[in-house]
């Protein structure tokens, strides 16, 4: 089969691999679509902490069920969305049923051979049948949408709040979507790309210009000096791991959605004098993914307009290139097994 991998860094190349023979209780998945999405790009740039070269990426994709072992649900043919995760069931976080945060926690992808590929070898209890009217393309978001869907439920955001969102990638703009669903009266959201504030402005929220303007004094502007009710960090450095703090109200909350590649120095004495609350988010439970699935099928995502670029595997390097140029792309999608096999 046709794979996308990650052979040294800043090196992905497309190459014929064995297909995965599958164990009991496994699913062997056709896979339709897959995203890039920024650990990938950690992983490309030999950054990762885990991930080891060679790897087949990908843990965002969709497919379909080509071959199944063992005693399931699930029948050949099926269309599925793939949760990536993968806990060890036995940890003190797996023991209270928060799989999510498993001292272990592994994903398809970064710690085993995942979805840049023609077939992956998936668990079946990892496997989320899509609904008819949920298109494989739209299903390959699911993992970032759940990502949104676990950080809003995770806030104490609430009906006529207004939300600050810094950085308007991927997940910047779903957590708008899933925040503005949610009740946020306004959604204000800040990145330093025309291309991504353009986006922001078309999906409804507003935009901040962070190359031109004061984030800061934008906030209070907005807010009647008031500062946000929510300040989601979703940029990831140390310029907005200082705006978080000021831009955020008395008594507000702070969430950090971003994985830092260094630790940033945070104003924990700025935070006490506003009582602001902290609250960390990691990946997403079985719950969101489903919610995330539903909420895509029902058309209140806009999913399209996340969507930059659609390339077959033998791009491979082209779309790690498209990645490392946030003004020209958001999310790319592979079809490993191509276009004319969409469902
Ligand atoms: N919590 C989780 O489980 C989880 C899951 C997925 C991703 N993440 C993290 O979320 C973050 C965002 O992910 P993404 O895929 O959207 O990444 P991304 O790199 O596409 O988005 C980050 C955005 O921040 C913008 N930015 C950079 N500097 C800025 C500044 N000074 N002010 C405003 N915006 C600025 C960039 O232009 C970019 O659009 C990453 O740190 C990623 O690792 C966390
Ligand atoms: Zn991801
Ligand atoms: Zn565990």
Same mark, same amino acid.
């Given at each position: 089969m046709k794979a996308g991998v990650y052979v040294s860094e800043t090196k992905a190349v497309m190459q014929q691999k064995a297909k995965p023979v599958i164990k009991e209780g496994e699913a062997l998945v056709k896979v339709s679509h897959a995203g890039i999405c920024g650990t990938d790009m950690m992983i490309y740039f030999g950054k990762h902490p885990?991930?080891?070269a060679p790897l087949i990426m990908g843990h965002e994709f969709s497919g379909v069920i080509e071959e199944i072992r063992g005693e399931t649900e699930f029948s050949l043919g099926d269309r599925v969305a793939v949760e990536p995760t993968l806990s060890c069931r036995t940890c003190e976080a797996c023991v209270r049923g928060q799989f999510h945060v498993c001292k272990k926690l592994r994903l398809i992808g970064i710690?085993?051979? #995942? #979805?840049? *590929?023609?077939? %992956? *070898? %998936?668990? %079946?209890?990892?496997? =989320?049948?899509?609904?008819?009217?949920? +298109?494989? *393309? =739209?299903?390959?978001? @699911? !993992? $970032?949408? @759940?990502?949104?869907v676990h950080t809003v439920r995770r806030s104490r955001l609430k009906v006529g709040d207004q939300a600050v969102i810094l950085g308007a990638g991927p997940i910047g703009l779903l957590i708008g979507m899933i925040a503005k669903r949610a009740g946020a009266k306004k959604v204000m959201i800040s990145d330093i790309s025309s291309y991504r504030l353009t986006k922001a402005k078309e999906l409804g929220f507003i935009p901040i210009? *962070?190359?031109?303007k004061d984030v800061v004094k934008e906030v209070r502007l907005l807010t009647n000096d008031v500062g946000a009710d929510v300040v989601f960090e979703v940029a990831g450095n140390?310029?907005? @791991?200082?705006?978080? %703090?000021?831009? +955020?109200?008395?008594? #507000?909350?702070?969430?950090?959605?971003?994985?830092?590649?260094?630790? $940033? !120095?945070?104003?924990?004495?700025?935070? =006490?004098?506003? !009582?602001?609350?902290?609250?960390?988010t990691r990946c997403y439970t079985k719950e969101d993914f489903q919610t995330a699935i539903d909420l895509l099928a029902s058309g209140e995502i806009a999913a399209d307009s996340l969507i930059s670029h659609k390339l077959p595997l033998e791009d491979i390097q082209a779309g790690f290139e498209f990645m490392q140029r946030p003004g020209e792309s958001l999310k790319v999608l592979f079809v490993p097994n191509g276009e004319e096999n969409e469902q």
């Open positions: 885990r991930a080891q710690d085993q051979d #995942g #979805g840049f *590929a023609q077939y %992956v *070898a %998936v668990p %079946v209890n990892r496997l =989320h049948l899509l609904p008819e009217k949920l +298109s494989s *393309a =739209h299903a390959a978001l @699911a !993992e $970032p949408v @759940a990502v949104a210009d *962070a190359m031109k140390q310029i907005t @791991a200082k705006q978080m %703090v000021e831009t +955020s109200r008395i008594q #507000g909350e702070i969430v950090v959605v971003s994985v830092y590649k260094k630790a $940033p !120095e945070v104003d924990l004495a700025a935070m =006490h004098f506003k !009582e602001i609350s902290l609250t960390t």
